[in-house]
């Protein structure tokens, strides 16, 4: 299931009318989402005036969809925003920035509000490398054994993070389109207890090792089918 499908669907079963897009570029996720109200941020748009033109034709809600040239921290200091519905948190790929832009955003989502979190299960370890921009990721790994360009960064700490230390959250994640985290208010279904210490020395190596010998589910991996019970609950 690619990522859209999983925001549309989300936005359907709770005729949510505000979304947010952290991380648009050429808008590839963000012009087919159907919704009421829908702001992108980005420092750096990625999408020509022609394709923006012919978005607005295909779907009439990027006709009136805010699109913030600035990076997430600089919107979200920008207050008061207006609380959203359901979030998509795409922008820089390191678990620092993604943390903050979590945090960030549940403090202007709604209460039953849904943070849909890209990049939470690189395909292999390459694409988990931790840099601070892509370029640098690209830079860095020209040429490494495995690289073939998709980077997700690691992303995937700020699920671990967030399922250590916010007992107020639901997190797990889809097994889809290199890992969807949902994040949302409420009681966690399974408990995971990494100490800062222990985070901070894992890699996605160990995530990936977990996973194949099932010793341990750092993500709280669900298969992708796991989206329409989910649905069912909120
Ligand atoms: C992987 S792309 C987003 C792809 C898009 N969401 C999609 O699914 O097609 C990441 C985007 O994040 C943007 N970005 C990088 N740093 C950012 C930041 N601090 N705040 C917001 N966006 C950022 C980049 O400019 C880039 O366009």
């Known amino acids: 299931m690619l990522r859209t499908d999983v925001i549309q669907k989300i936005i359907d ?10 991380g648009v570029n050429n808008g590839d996720s963000f012009f087919p989402i159907e919704i009421a109200h829908k702001v992108g941020v980005d420092p750096s748009f990625a999408f020509s005036p022609e394709r923006k033109l012919e978005w607005a034709g295909k779907n009439p809600c990027n006709v009136t969809a805010d699109y913030i040239d600035a990076t997430s921290d600089a919107f979200f200091a920008k207050q008061p925003i207006e609380k959203f519905d359901v979030a998509f948190i795409d922008g820089l790929h390191t678990y620092e920035q993604s943390l903050q832009d979590v945090l960030n955003t549940l403090d202007n989502l709604n209460d039953n509000g849904v943070i849909v979190m890209h990049d939470c ?36 700490k700020t699920i671990c993070h967030l399922r250590s230390n916010r007992k107020d959250l639901r997190v797990f994640t889809l097994d889809c389109d290199f890992g969807l985290g949902i994040v949302m208010k409420g009681k966690p279904d399974i408990d995971l207890n990494l100490t800062k210490e222990a985070l901070d020395k894992m890699t996605f190596a160990d995530i990936e090792a977990g996973i194949k010998n099932g010793t341990e589910n750092f993500l709280n991996l669900k298969d992708e089918s796991y989206l329409f019970e989910f649905l069912e609950t909120i």
């Open 13 to 22: 079963k709770k005729k949510a009318t505000r979304y947010l897009e952290i």
């Open 121 to 156: 299960k690189p395909p292999h370890v390459p694409a988990a490398f931790p840099a601070p921009s892509l370029q640098a990721a690209i830079d860095l790994n020209m040429g490494a054994p495995g690289w073939d360009g998709i980077w997700c960064g690691d992303v995937w």
